[in-house]
């Protein structure tokens, strides 16, 4: 079976954090609480904030059975959507932490969900979470992030600072910056000071946006894709220089940038 019909992929190179083994706890179409202008994954087939189980944690536990002798130094939720919206993302962990226990488990979320405390508590397991952070108001939140009915800019923020005061791991968090919030880097730094994440990651997009969905998307954009793109309004290099220099000086966080790394 290809590794498209699989809910393990790669391992993707990761500018942050190197070999990456992909999990997705999503799998079956595109599913996210945000529609990001900017998603890899194209036009999120299903905007939603519903927890359930998406895929069964046996399924995925029998693909990543197939990866354990393979060279990767993370494992990294992710895939086609957002992994907190799955009920078994806990269980999945568990079981991956008992197969790969000296492997670090990340999960990349967008945020909208981490005022429950419930999702607190699943991301326990996690040695890292990334929280996504894009926009300082809920303007740019619409522009960029087109999130579900009932997400807005307050309650990810809560969300972010309830999850950052019971998380024993490591935050950090990821913003994309596009000619749309340029302008917004006072704001930004601001709820960064408040945050206080371990390292903040700047990118732009530079992987290309799918047109329609398409599984293999998941992971890293290669120039023989099966599939049509096209490309995205990104920051200069000299942009994402002042950004990251801005940022660090009115934050002294650590702050890594894509185009640094
Ligand atoms: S949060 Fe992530 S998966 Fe969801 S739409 Fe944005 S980039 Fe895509």
Redesign the pocket.
Request: aromatic content about 6%.
């Given at each position: 079976m290809s590794e498209n019909q699989k809910t393990v992929y790669g391992p993707v190179h990761s500018w942050r954090f190197g070999s990456s083994l992909g999990l997705d706890p999503i799998f079956e179409i595109s599913t996210?609480s945000?529609?990001?202008i900017?998603?890899?994954?194209g036009n999120?087939q299903k905007i939603t904030t519903e927890r359930k189980i998406y895929v069964p944690t046996e399924k995925v536990i029998t693909d990543f059975k197939e990866f354990l002798d393979k060279p990767f130094e993370v494992i990294t939720f992710s895939g086609s959507?957002?992994p907190t919206l799955a009920l078994n993302l806990k269980e999945i962990a568990e079981q991956i932490k008992i197969l790969k226990p000296q492997i670090p488990l990340l999960c990349l979320t967008?945020s909208t969900l981490l005022h429950l405390p419930e999702v607190q508590e699943n991301l326990q397991i996690m040695d890292r979470v990334i929280v996504?952070l894009d926009a300082s108001n809920n303007k740019t939140l619409q522009q960029m992030?087109r999130p579900a009915d009932g997400v807005s800019l307050e309650s990810i923020i809560a969300g972010i600072k309830a999850f950052k005061a019971v998380y024993k791991g490591k935050l950090d968090v990821q913003m994309m910056f596009m000619p749309v919030n340029l302008n917004q880097l006072e704001d930004l730094a601001i709820l960064l000071k408040e945050i206080q994440p371990d390292t903040v990651q700047l990118n732009t997009p530079l992987r290309p946006y799918p047109i329609e969905w398409n599984r293999d998307s998941r992971g890293n954009h290669t120039e023989n894709r099966s599939y049509t793109t096209r490309t995205l309004k990104v920051v200069t290099k000299e942009e994402a220089e002042t950004i990251q220099n801005t940022l660090r000086e009115r934050t002294n966080l650590n702050i890594l940038s894509v185009y640094r790394e």
């Amino acid at each position: 079976m290809s590794e498209n019909q699989k809910t393990v992929y790669g391992p993707v190179h990761s500018w942050r954090f190197g070999s990456s083994l992909g999990l997705d706890p999503i799998f079956e179409i595109s599913t996210c609480s945000f529609n990001c202008i900017y998603c890899q994954l194209g036009n999120i087939q299903k905007i939603t904030t519903e927890r359930k189980i998406y895929v069964p944690t046996e399924k995925v536990i029998t693909d990543f059975k197939e990866f354990l002798d393979k060279p990767f130094e993370v494992i990294t939720f992710s895939g086609s959507g957002e992994p907190t919206l799955a009920l078994n993302l806990k269980e999945i962990a568990e079981q991956i932490k008992i197969l790969k226990p000296q492997i670090p488990l990340l999960c990349l979320t967008n945020s909208t969900l981490l005022h429950l405390p419930e999702v607190q508590e699943n991301l326990q397991i996690m040695d890292r979470v990334i929280v996504k952070l894009d926009a300082s108001n809920n303007k740019t939140l619409q522009q960029m992030n087109r999130p579900a009915d009932g997400v807005s800019l307050e309650s990810i923020i809560a969300g972010i600072k309830a999850f950052k005061a019971v998380y024993k791991g490591k935050l950090d968090v990821q913003m994309m910056f596009m000619p749309v919030n340029l302008n917004q880097l006072e704001d930004l730094a601001i709820l960064l000071k408040e945050i206080q994440p371990d390292t903040v990651q700047l990118n732009t997009p530079l992987r290309p946006y799918p047109i329609e969905w398409n599984r293999d998307s998941r992971g890293n954009h290669t120039e023989n894709r099966s599939y049509t793109t096209r490309t995205l309004k990104v920051v200069t290099k000299e942009e994402a220089e002042t950004i990251q220099n801005t940022l660090r000086e009115r934050t002294n966080l650590n702050i890594l940038s894509v185009y640094r790394e």
